[in-house]
């Protein structure tokens, strides 16, 4: 009776024996399957196969000029994607000591690509993802899985299997439900180079543990200056579907205090504000997120979808703190918002 109450898709999977062996077999033969992370969910294919690679494209309308993060189980296997012999011994090193610190877990490496793989790109992006059970399934597979975020093109990243049918529902061959994601924000991108390793896209590891990992400054990302080594920097993302976005600071926002649809902003932030205007309107929706960075990175996306499925639909988000451990929530909101990438 439970199915009639909450209608399921036959894909839903679940992270059992019969759910993984599903989704491997799926994989094998060239489908596509959205898998949880401990950042986001992703929607995997066999890297290798251009079939599997046009459908992930097609489903997500994920623009081609942006590619995708190869995804497997062990360093073993992450190093053979690499120009690995070709590599400077700094740079050798710096790999085993990344690998050493955040493998599994949410970092992606850019570094020239193996000669053997064919690619129009003289790079490739690698990371180890933590979650168990896209862990087995990559082990079971032993081929990289390429994932994207589980979200069409432009909308917020999912981090529950819910996010990931509201925008892919029909367009992809199954769904590992893995639960809420652990982290729920993407991983830090970072790209070896001779002098300085790079942040490409701030993510859940902050510079500082790189830094300190590498025993030496890393490069920070230059929002929206110089040219873009990560294309998908380039590209509208995370946007929520509302009439009105905006991302202002705590003083702008208090204008709108009484009048706006939805406020996201931190607990504090909506305390505060509630103590100094009063409660906001009882029909609007008040989205009071964790204080702190990590916390807050884990309810984002799950807030962006709240919004856009609120009948009213303007929407402001109050700017965080500004310092580097809020920096990749700060890129997120700003991309939301359409703050950069001249959109
Ligand atoms: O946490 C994550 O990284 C998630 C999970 C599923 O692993 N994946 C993810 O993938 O966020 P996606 O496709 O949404 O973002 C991948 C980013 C894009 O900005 C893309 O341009 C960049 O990685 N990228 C991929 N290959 C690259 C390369 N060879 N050089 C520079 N940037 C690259
Ligand atoms: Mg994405």
């Known amino acids: 009776m439970n199915a009639l109450v909450h209608p399921q898709p036959s894909y839903l999977l679940s992270p059992t024996e019969a759910g993984i062996a599903q989704a491997t077999?799926?994989?094998?033969?060239?489908?596509?399957?959205?898998?949880?992370?401990?950042?986001v969910y992703?929607?995997?294919?066999?890297?290798?196969?251009?079939?599997?690679l046009k459908k992930i494209y097609e489903a997500k309308n994920r623009p081609a000029q942006n590619p995708l993060i190869w995804h497997v189980h062990n360093p073993e296997k992450a190093f053979a994607l690499f120009a690995y012999s070709s590599l400077s011994l700094t740079?050798?090193?710096?790999?085993?000591?990344?690998?050493?610190?955040?493998?599994p877990g949410p970092l992606t490496i850019v570094a020239p690509i193996a000669p053997t793989i064919k690619s129009v790109l003289p790079t490739i992006a690698v990371r180890i993802p933590k979650t168990a059970v896209t862990l087995e399934i990559l082990r079971r597979c032993d081929f990289p899985l390429a994932?994207?975020?589980?979200?069409?093109?432009?909308?917020?990243?999912?981090?529950?299997?819910a996010h990931v049918l509201k925008t892919l529902d029909g367009r992809i061959d199954a769904i590992m439900d893995g639960g809420v994601c652990d982290g729920g924000l993407e991983s830090t991108v970072i790209m070896l180079d001779e002098a300085r390793v790079k942040i490409l896209r701030p993510g859940l590891i902050e510079p500082a543990a790189l830094d300190e990992a590498l025993q030496e400054q890393v490069s920070r990302v230059q929002a929206h200056s110089g040219p873009l080594s990560s294309p998908g920097q380039a590209f509208l993302h995370y946007a929520p579907m509302v009439q009105n976005i905006a991302l202002l600071s705590r003083d702008e926002a208090a204008v709108h205090w009484s009048s706006v649809a939805t406020f996201?902003?931190?607990?504090?932030?909506?305390?505060?504000?509630?103590?100094?205007?009063?409660?906001?309107?009882?029909?609007?929706m008040t989205l009071a997120l964790e204080d702190g960075p990590l916390g807050f990175a884990k309810q984002l996306y799950d807030a962006l979808y709240a919004a856009e499925a609120y009948k009213e639909r303007d929407l402001?988000?109050?700017?965080?703190?500004?310092?580097?451990?809020?920096?990749?929530?700060?890129?997120?909101?700003?991309?939301?918002?359409g703050r950069l990438c001249g959109l």
């Open 25 to 39: 077999a799926l994989l094998q033969n060239e489908g596509i399957v959205a898998l949880p992370t401990e950042t």
């Open 42 to 52: 992703g929607l995997a294919g066999k890297a290798e196969s251009s079939l599997a």
């Open 91 to 103: 740079n050798k090193n710096r790999l085993t000591r990344l690998a050493t610190c955040f493998w």
């Open 147 to 161: 994932m994207p975020s589980a979200n069409l093109s432009t909308r917020p990243s999912p981090t529950s299997a």
């Open 264 to 284: 996201i902003a931190q607990k504090r932030v909506i305390d505060a504000l509630a103590q100094q205007l009063g409660a906001r309107p009882a029909s609007a």
């Open 316 to 337: 402001i988000l109050v700017s965080p703190p500004n310092n580097e451990a809020w920096a990749a929530v700060k890129d997120r909101l700003s991309r939301a918002a």
